[in-house]
C-alpha cells in the first residue's frame, strides 16, 4: 500500500521527503512567506491577464475545489471513487434551475447545492462504502454513467441534451470591476474557504481516523475507530466539494448540458488525483491545472491528442511517481532545503 | 408472441456478449486482483484490427484468429509493461492505471481510426432473411461462438497442462513460484487470455452497435454488473448473470414504458447496487481494506 510504512519496505533508512503520501515532514523553510506571495499573486492576478487566461485561472480552481473534495475521499480515506462527476452535476443543475426556472438570486444557490450534494453524498456513501475497493470503483462508475442519461431523460426540468442556459453572474457596480474578474475573485474566496475546511478536516480527529483506516483498516478498527461512518462523512464531504465546483461550474460557464458531466469527467477528475499527488493539500491545485491545461494545449494538435496526453500522464505518473507532482515537488523542495542547510 | 421470443433470443446474445466480457474481467481479476476498466477498449482495439484485416479482403474465419493471436499478445504485453510495475501499489495505483490505459487507447483508437462510426460486416450469412428472422438467426450464431469459446476455455484450463499452471497461480502465487512456475510469465498470458476472450465480444457486438471507439462504454457496464454478481470470482455465474442481463435489459426496454431505450443502461446498475447491498458477506464483496 502506499503509505509511510517507511521501516517496514526500507529497513531503518528514511525515505527522502516527498517519495510516500501523507508524509508530513517540513519540506520547505519558508512556509509563510511562500504562501502569502502566493495569496497576493493569486489576488493580483485578474488585473495583469488577459479575460481568457482569468477564465482558465477559475477553472482551475472551481476543478481544485471538486478535486479538493475528491482528495478527501481517495487520497486521505483511500477510496476509489469514479463516480464524482454525478456530484458536480447535481451542483450544477441545482444552480441552474434555481436561477433560471425559480428565479432565486445566484448567491443562494451555493448553500443549497452544497447542502443537496452533501445529503446525496451521504446517502450513497452509506451503502456503497461497506464494499471493498474495486466493487466501489465499479459501482461509483455505474452512477458516473447513468446521471447524465437521467439528465436527458428529465427534459422537462433539464433542458435535456440541449443543455440549459444560466445568468452569468453580474458584479455589482460599486466593485467597479469586469465581470470575469468578479467571478474569479468569488471563486477565489470560496476555494480559500474550500482548502481551509480541507485542511483542518485532514488535521481533525476525523481526518487521522481517515488516514488510519487507509493505513490498516483492521488495526484502526480494534482501536475503535469507527470506519464505515467516518468514510461515509468523508464522501458526504467530498460529495459536498464537488456539488460547489458543480454550481461555481454554472456560474463561471453560464451553461450546463449532459455532455459536460459525462463517465469521462469521472474518470478525468480520478486521474487528476492521482497526476496531482494523492494525499496532499498542494496536490488538487495541481490536479485542476492539469485538467484545463492539457485539453487546452494539446486539443490544438488533434481531437484525440488530449486523450492521448492525459493517459499517458495518468500510466507514467502511477508507475514512476506515486506520489504525483505535489510529491515531486515537495522532494524539489526538500533538496533545496538540504542545500541550503535550513532543514 | 413470436415477437416476445424474438425479445429473448436477441437479449440472450446480447447477454452472450456482456457474459464474455465479463469473463474477461473476471479472468483478470482472478489472475492478479485488478478490476480492469481498460477490459473493454482493448476489445475495442481487436475489433479495429479484425475490420482492418477485413477491410484488407480476408475472410472472416481467417481474420478471427490473427486477430485473437494479436490480442493475446496485446494483452500479455501491457501486463508486461504497464501492470507488473504498479501490482503491489494498492488499489488506487491499479484502478488509476487501468483508467488511464481506458482513456489512453480510447484515444489512440481514434487518433488511427478517426471518431467516425463504421458499420461492421455481421459475419454470420442471412440465409433465413425474411425480415425479423434474420436477427434472430445472427443472435443463435452470437450464442453459438460464445458458447464454443466457454468450452474450449473449460477444456483449456481443466485439461491442459498450462492450464493446470495457471491454476496453480492463482489458488497461490508464492507457492507456485516456489514450485518452479514463472509466476510473471503466467500472469501475463492470463491477461492475454483475458483479451483474446474480449476480443471476441467486441468482435461480435461490433454488427449490432456499429464500431466506432467509444462503442464498449456501455457493454463495459453491463460486463461489471454481470461480474459483481459473479463475485469477480465465479465463472459460471458471470456467465449465467450475463445472460440474464441481456435479456432483462431488451426486455425492460421494450415492454417498460419508464426505462425506454434511453435509460436500459440503468437496469444493470440497480442490479449492481442491490446486489452488493443484499449479498454482504459473501465471499470477495466485504473484504476490508
Known amino acids: ?154 427534459g422537462a426540468v433539464t433542458g435535456g441534451s440541449m443543455g440549459l442556459s444560466t445568468p452569468v453572474p453580474v458584479a455589482p457596480s460599486w466593485t467597479g470591476l469586469a465581470d470575469d474578474q468578479w467571478l474569479y475573485l468569488l471563486v477565489l474566496a470560496v476555494a480559500v474557504g474550500a482548502f481551509a475546511v480541507a485542511r483542518n478536516l485532514v488535521e481533525s480527529r476525523a481526518g487521522r481516523a481517515l488516514a488510519a483506516g487507509r493505513e490498516n483498516p483492521a488495526a484502526a478498527e480494534v482501536l475503535g475507530v469507527r470506519l464505515d461512518s467516518h468514510r461515509t462523512l468523508a464522501f458526504g464531504w467530498s460529495a459536498m466539494y464537488a456539488g460547489v465546483a458543480g454550481t461555481l461550474y454554472a456560474w463561471v460557464v453560464g451553461f450546463v448540458s449532459p455532455d459536460s458531466f459525462t463517465v469521462t469527467l469521472s474518470v478525468v477528475l480520478l486521474a487528476a488525483v492521482v497526476v496531482g499527488g494523492p494525499g496532499s493539500l498542494l496536490g488538487p491545485l495541481l490536479g485542476g491545472a492539469f485538467i484545463t491545461f492539457v485539453p487546452a494545449v494539446a486539443q490544438r494538435a488533434g481531437d484525440a491528442l488530449p486523450g492521448i496526453v492525459s493517459g499517458v500522464l495518468i500510466v507514467v505518473v502511477v508507475c514512476f511517481a506515486p506520489t504525483g507532482l505535489a510529491g515531486l515537488l515537495r522532494m524539489a523542495a526538500g533538496a533545496v532545503t538540504r542545500r541550503t542547510g535550513r532543514g | 408472441m413470436g415477437d416476445l421470443l424474438l425479445q429473448v433470443v436477441q437479449g440472450l446474445s446480447l447477454g452472450a456478449v456482456y457474459a464474455a466480457l465479463a469473463l474477461a474481467l473476471v479472468l483478470v481479476h482472478r489472475f492478479n486482483g485488478i478490476v480492469n476498466f481498460a477490459q473493454g477498449e482493448l476489445a475495442m482495439l481487436s475489433t479495429y484490427v479484425a475490420w482492418q484485416l477485413l477491410e484488407a479482403g480476408l475472410p472472416f474465419w481467417a481474420v478471427l484468429p490473427i486477430t485473437l493471436a494479436v490480442s493475446v499478445a496485446a494483452g500479455a504485453l501491457v501486463e508486461r509493461v504497464v501492470i507488473r510495475r504498479v501490482e503491489d501499489g494498492g488499489e488506487l495505483a491499479c484502478v488509476a492505471v487501468t483508467v488511464g490505459l481506458m482513456v489512453l487507447v480510447n484515444a489512440a483508437a481514434g487518433l488511427v481510426w478517426s471518431f467516425a462510426v463504421r458499420s461492421f460486416p455481421n459475419p454470420f450469412p442471412a440465409v433465413l432473411s425474411f425480415g425479423s428472422a434474420q436477427s434472430g438467426f445472427s443472435a443463435l450464431g452470437v450464442l453459438g461462438v460464445v458458447a464454443v469459446m466457454m468450452l474450449l476455455l473449460h477444456l483449456f484450463f481443466r485439461h491442459t497442462g498450462a492450464g493446470l499452471i495457471m491454476r496453480a497461480v492463482v489458488a497461490d502465487p508464492v507457492a507456485a513460484r516456489l514450485s518452479g512456475i514463472r509466476v510473471g510469465r503466467v500472469l501475463s498470458l492470463g491477461w492475454g487470455v483475458a483479451a483474446g476472450v474480449g476480443a471476441i465480444a467486441g468482435i461480435l457486438v461490433a454488427p449490432l452497435l456499429f464500431l466506432e471507439p467509444n462503442m464498449m462504454g456501455g457493454v463495459l457496464v453491463y460486463a461489471f454488473a454481470a461480474a459483481v454478481l459473479g463475485g469477480f470470482h465465479d465463472p459460471v455465474t458471470t456467465v449465467a448473470a450475463g445472460l440474464a442481463i441481456g435479456v432483462a435489459e431488451t426486455l425492460a426496454g421494450t415492454y417498460v414504458e419508464v426505462v425506454g431505450a434511453d435509460l436500459k443502461v440503468a437496469v444493470p446498475l440497480l442490479v449492481i447496487v442491490a446486489v452488493l447491498s443484499l449479498r454482504r458477506g459473501r465471499a470477495g464483496v466485504r473484504r476490508t481494506g
Open chain 1, 1 to 154: 500500500m502506499s503509505g509511510v510504512d517507511v521501516a517496514g519496505r526500507t529497513g531503518h533508512r528514511r525515505l527522502a521527503v516527498g517519495q510516500v503520501a501523507g508524509d508530513r515532514r517540513r519540506a520547505w523553510p519558508w512556509p509563510r512567506v511562500t504562501l502569502t506571495a502566493l495569496a497576493a499573486a493569486a489576488c493580483l492576478v485578474p488585473f495583469l491577464l488577459e479575460p481568457y487566461r482569468v477564465f482558465q485561472l477559475t477553472m482551475v480552481l472551481v476543478h481544485g475545489i471538486a478535486l479538493l473534495g475528491l482528495n478527501l475521499l481517495v487520497g486521505h480515506g483511500g477510496r476509489v471513487s469514479l463516480g464524482h462527476g454525478a456530484f458536480l452535476a447535481v451542483g450544477a443543475y441545482g444552480s441552474a434551475i434555481m436561477t433560471t426556472s425559480l428565479g432565486v438570486p445566484y448567491p443562494l444557490t451555493l448553500p443549497v447545492c452544497a447542502l443537496v450534494t452533501f445529503g446525496a453524498g451521504l446517502a450513497l456513501g452509506r451503502p456503497a462504502l461497506r464494499l471493498s475497493g474495486p466493487y466501489l470503483a465499479v459501482v461509483t462508475f455505474a452512477v458516473a454513467v447513468v446521471v447524465p442519461l437521467v439528465i436527458k431523460r428529465f
